[in-house]
């Protein structure tokens, strides 16, 4: 299993660091995918990275602004959100790779999610 912590309000312009940590699975092994999906939208696939960090992947919403990394020998995941704005107020997943396509992650285990609120 997977868990995503590290969110919370924050005003506009202001820092976040999400982390993906597992339980009962190697992450170091798999590419980790992160996810967010605000009210009423569909799961949007915003950032992944390599099992070894030899690749990276950012939507264009967040190309700029977020930054995706991993710490193997502890085996978490990080996506630091940077400039953040109203329009990132999502609950944020991560999720290990099963392929992944044109740089995007294909998910397979998913963790459960946190929230960020982006106040204006």
Same mark, same amino acid.
């Given at each position: 299993?997977?868990? =995503? %912590?590290?969110?919370? #309000?924050?005003?506009?312009?202001? %820092?976040?660091? !999400? +982390?993906?940590?597992? %339980?009962? #699975?190697?992450?170091?092994?798999?590419?980790?995918? $992160?996810?967010?999906?605000?009210?009423?939208?569909?799961?949007?696939?915003?950032?992944?990275?390599?099992?070894?960090?030899? $690749?990276?992947?950012? =939507?264009?919403?967040?190309?700029?602004?977020?930054?995706? %990394?991993?710490?193997?020998?502890?085996? *978490?995941?990080?996506?630091? !959100? /940077?400039?953040? /704005?109203?329009?990132?107020? =999502? *609950?944020?997943?991560?999720?290990?790779?099963?392929?992944? *396509?044109?740089?995007?992650?294909?998910?397979? +285990? $998913?963790?459960?999610?946190?929230? *960020?609120? +982006?106040?204006?």
């Amino acid at each position: 299993q997977l868990q =995503a %912590s590290g969110g919370g #309000l924050v005003q506009a312009g202001g %820092s976040l660091e !999400l +982390v993906c940590a597992a %339980s009962g #699975l190697r992450l170091d092994y798999y590419a980790i995918g $992160w996810f967010r999906q605000a009210p009423g939208k569909e799961r949007e696939g915003i950032s992944s990275i390599g099992s070894s960090g030899d $690749w990276t992947y950012y =939507a264009d919403s967040v190309k700029g602004r977020f930054t995706i %990394s991993r710490d193997n020998a502890n085996k *978490v995941g990080y996506l630091e !959100l /940077n400039s953040l /704005n109203s329009g990132d107020t =999502a *609950v944020y997943y991560c999720a290990t790779c099963r392929a992944r *396509v044109a740089g995007r992650c294909l998910p397979d +285990v $998913w963790g459960q999610g946190t929230q *960020v609120t +982006v106040s204006s």
